[in-house]
């Protein structure tokens, strides 16, 4: 059966590392963005690509500009239709990805590149050594042209999360590692060891990946053991266990109509196939979720997918699952229905292959294109799973080397999603009463200082009503106690002001 014109197709894939021996060779944003749209266009074996209908750049941090997406095709003489710009989310490239394949399938675009970057490695040393990079300044407010809001930001915190300073996701991800933990029934110890486990087979992944920033194979040991250079930050993630963004890299994906890739003469080999897509969210507050050891946006957003792509997760052999810490793995796989034993990167992860801030993602995809062309003599398929904000913003692709049986799916459970189930926060005055019964501690951590000493305490505790309160405490004593044994379960006391008291 002919292949749909209409059907969405990725045709192209670029990854830049740059590894600058010194800061003369550091490279800003847009000049990787680019290096890795040329790398794109010379693997789609595209003789010359001089305008697309969208050039869209995923959000980034290391550097500010107006209209990245603008900055990028004018470096690269590329006449953009559209140039657009995403909110921060490290769900942002696989949204993308299902916003325009969704786009083409409807022939309301032919062809569209998503691009994103950072430099973040080089800009930090730059502060360090006092150096001034020379890179680009901001255009003239007359020059500027303002990049397309691609999709409507949300805010992921709270106001009181914010005033109580619960806002870093190297705070949050860990407190979610401490509910998996005591839902597993696994000793400190013990659940140590499982994620220790992970992460070095996640190493060991990044050491095989020629895009990999750090190409290191730890073991376990290496993994878990407290040294100067591997510190304890959050309780109980060292530094390998957090999310790398110190980085300078940058991806790039083209996508296109089946009909535009036959004109363009992209040989059939390079041809990928995005077969379904969705997206959606958790409870956006962190305060309302039901709990911190489920996500079931996850396994609703993930089972769609796979439904719409007439697919099981079980037949999978390509997965990768969102990376940034090792809960977001944990949570991923018990959502989905995998094993954690299973191999559940194909990158390496964002520890190792490196976490650009919200572009992680667009590598991912972009090694999935290059293993999914490797097996182009069977049917393979390939499912990732991007995640934003605090486990928050889900999407999810399902890939193959052969056309789908339908044209491009998409859908979002959110609808279901946002009946579920939510927790009330109350206010520490009123925690501290003796009308809402006593707090046990749901979930915490105890962030380390950079000499990784014990500093802030924190904790989510649920009452005797069901309810939730936050509770920090920037006491030594307290945050030493909390790190030895187990405390989830655990009653302890709220004084007026939210202060944790054991």
């Given at each position: 059966?002919?292949?749909?014109?209409?059907?969405?197709?990725?045709?192209?894939?670029?990854?830049?590392?740059?590894?600058?021996?010194?800061?003369?060779?550091?490279?800003?944003?847009?000049?990787?963005?680019?290096?890795?749209?040329?790398?794109?266009?010379?693997?789609?074996?595209?003789?010359?690509?001089?305008?697309?209908?969208?050039?869209?750049?995923?959000?980034?941090?290391?550097?500010?500009?107006?209209?990245?997406?603008?900055?990028?095709?004018?470096?690269?003489?590329?006449?953009?239709?559209?140039?657009?710009?995403?909110?921060?989310?490290?769900?942002?490239?696989?949204?993308?990805?299902?916003?325009?394949?969704?786009?083409?399938?409807?022939?309301?675009?032919?062809?569209?590149?998503?691009?994103?970057?950072?430099?973040?490695?080089?800009?930090?040393?730059?502060?360090?050594?006092?150096?001034?990079?020379?890179?680009?300044?901001?255009?003239?407010?007359?020059?500027?042209?303002?990049?397309?809001?691609?999709?409507?930001?949300?805010?992921?915190?709270?106001?009181?999360?914010?005033?109580?300073?619960?806002?870093?996701?190297?705070?949050?991800?860990?407190?979610?590692?401490?509910?998996?933990?005591?839902?597993?029934?696994?000793?400190?110890?013990?659940?140590?060891?499982?994620?220790?486990?992970?992460?070095?087979?996640?190493?060991?992944?990044?050491?095989?990946?020629?895009?990999?920033?750090?190409?290191?194979?730890?073991?376990?040991?290496?993994?878990?053991?407290?040294?100067?250079?591997?510190?304890?930050?959050?309780?109980?993630?060292?530094?390998?266990?957090?999310?790398?963004?110190?980085?300078?890299?940058?991806?790039?994906?083209?996508?296109?109509?089946?009909?535009?890739?036959?004109?363009?003469?992209?040989?059939?080999?390079?041809?990928?196939?995005?077969?379904?897509?969705?997206?959606?969210?958790?409870?956006?507050?962190?305060?309302?979720?039901?709990?911190?050891?489920?996500?079931?946006?996850?396994?609703?957003?993930?089972?769609?997918?796979?439904?719409?792509?007439?697919?099981?997760?079980?037949?999978?052999?390509?997965?990768?699952?969102?990376?940034?810490?090792?809960?977001?793995?944990?949570?991923?796989?018990?959502?989905?229905?995998?094993?954690?034993?299973?191999?559940?990167?194909?990158?390496?992860?964002?520890?190792?292959?490196?976490?650009?801030?919200?572009?992680?993602?667009?590598?991912?995809?972009?090694?999935?294109?290059?293993?999914?062309?490797?097996?182009?003599?069977?049917?393979?398929?390939?499912?990732?799973?991007?995640?934003?904000?605090?486990?928050?913003?889900?999407?999810?692709?399902?890939?193959?080397?052969?056309?789908?049986?339908?044209?491009?799916?998409?859908?979002?459970?959110?609808?279901?999603?946002?009946?579920?189930?939510?927790?009330?926060?109350?206010?520490?005055?009123?925690?501290?009463?003796?009308?809402?019964?006593?707090?046990?501690?749901?979930?915490?951590?105890?962030?380390?200082?950079?000499?990784?000493?014990?500093?802030?305490?924190?904790?989510?505790?649920?009452?005797?009503?069901?309810?939730?309160?936050?509770?920090?405490?920037?006491?030594?004593q307290v945050a030493q106690s909390l790190c030895t044994d187990e405390w989830v379960g655990r009653q302890v006391t709220l004084d007026p002001t939210g202060n944790l008291l054991l």
């Amino acid at each position: 059966m002919p292949t749909d014109p209409r059907a969405p197709v990725l045709i192209g894939q670029g990854q830049i590392v740059n590894r600058a021996t010194s800061l003369n060779e550091a490279r800003e944003p847009v000049s990787l963005i680019a290096d890795a749209i040329r790398t794109a266009i010379t693997d789609a074996e595209i003789a010359s690509l001089r305008s697309v209908d969208a050039l869209h750049v995923v959000r980034l941090l290391s550097w500010k500009y107006h209209n990245p997406a603008l900055s990028v095709a004018k470096q690269l003489g590329i006449q953009a239709r559209v140039t657009g710009i995403t909110p921060h989310g490290g769900n942002m490239p696989q949204l993308l990805v299902n916003k325009l394949a969704l786009q083409i399938q409807k022939g309301e675009l032919d062809i569209a590149i998503v691009a994103g970057g950072e430099a973040s490695n080089s800009r930090a040393r730059a502060q360090r050594e006092n150096f001034s990079l020379s890179w680009s300044s901001p255009e003239p407010e007359a020059e500027k042209i303002a990049p397309t809001t691609i999709v409507d930001d949300a805010a992921m915190s709270s106001e009181t999360e914010i005033a109580r300073q619960i806002i870093l996701p190297v705070q949050i991800y860990p407190m979610f590692e401490s509910a998996l933990r005591a839902r597993a029934g696994r000793s400190v110890g013990e659940h140590e060891n499982h994620i220790g486990d992970l992460w070095s087979r996640f190493s060991g992944v990044a050491k095989t990946n020629e895009f990999a920033w750090s190409r290191s194979a730890f073991t376990t040991k290496e993994i878990l053991e407290v040294t100067p250079s591997n510190r304890m930050i959050g309780l109980p993630y060292r530094k390998r266990m957090n999310s790398n963004n110190q980085v300078d890299m940058a991806a790039a994906l083209i996508i296109c109509s089946v009909e535009k890739a036959e004109q363009l003469g992209v040989p059939r080999s390079k041809w990928v196939f995005p077969i379904s897509g969705t997206d959606c969210h958790e409870h956006y507050y962190i305060s309302n979720r039901h709990s911190f050891a489920e996500t079931p946006a996850v396994q609703l957003g993930g089972r769609l997918a796979c439904q719409l792509a007439e697919k099981s997760i079980d037949n999978f052999r390509l997965i990768d699952l969102y990376s940034c810490f090792p809960s977001a793995v944990q949570l991923g796989a018990q959502s989905l229905g995998l094993s954690i034993d299973r191999q559940l990167t194909i990158t390496g992860g964002l520890s190792f292959a490196g976490g650009p801030w919200n572009n992680y993602v667009m590598h991912a995809i972009a090694t999935m294109i290059t293993e999914l062309r490797q097996t182009a003599d069977k049917n393979e398929d390939g499912f990732i799973w991007a995640n934003g904000g605090y486990a928050t913003k889900h999407s999810f692709g399902v890939y193959s080397n052969s056309p789908g049986k339908n044209s491009y799916r998409h859908a979002s459970p959110q609808a279901e999603i946002d009946a579920l189930p939510k927790r009330e926060l109350v206010t520490a005055a009123e925690a501290a009463t003796s009308l809402v019964g006593p707090a046990k501690i749901e979930a915490y951590t105890v962030m380390h200082d950079r000499d990784g000493k014990p500093e802030t305490a924190i904790a989510s505790t649920l009452l005797g009503d069901s309810r939730r309160a936050w509770a920090t405490s920037k006491d030594p004593q307290v945050a030493q106690s909390l790190c030895t044994d187990e405390w989830v379960g655990r009653q302890v006391t709220l004084d007026p002001t939210g202060n944790l008291l054991l």
